[in-house]
Nanobody, 117 residues
Framework: QVQLVESGGGLVQPGGSLRLSCALSGSRFGLYHMAWYRQGSGDQRELVVRITDDGRTDYADSVRGRFTISRDIRKGTVFLQMNNLKPEDTAVYYC???????????WGQGTQVTVSE
């Protein structure tokens, strides 16, 4: 069973940076497309960025140029580098893994990111 453990959230001032990490265990990392979603208070969960098993990326317009997804295949970890953070980036950020074989999705527990003075 796939498990995802996120870390790296916190409180940061506007214009600041944070780096989120998500470690996958219980299966082979290379079998999964990975993604970061976020959900603000009262909002629906939305896709932030996705990286396919072969490295193709797809960013939401709202974060393109400020956020960067990367991965360490050997460590089974995906990262989200967030720069020039804005108050509207405040949300719970969730790591997502989708099997490229079955399409089954798994979710992390979420990590809070708060951008405020």
């Amino acid at each position: 069973q796939v498990q995802l453990v996120e870390s790296g959230g916190g409180l940061v001032q506007p214009g600041g940076s944070l780096r989120l990490s998500c470690a996958l265990s219980g299966s082979r990392f290379g079998l999964y497309h990975m993604a970061w979603y976020r959900q603000g208070s009262g909002d629906q969960r939305e896709l932030v960025v996705r990286i396919t098993d072969d490295g193709r990326t797809d960013y939401a317009d709202s974060v393109r140029g400020r956020f960067t997804i990367s991965r360490d295949i050997r460590k089974g970890t995906v990262f989200l580098q967030m720069n020039n953070l804005k108050p509207e980036d405040t949300a719970v950020y969730y790591c997502n893994a989708q099997s490229r074989i079955t399409g089954t999705q798994s979710w992390g527990q979420g990590t809070q990111v708060t951008v405020s003075e």
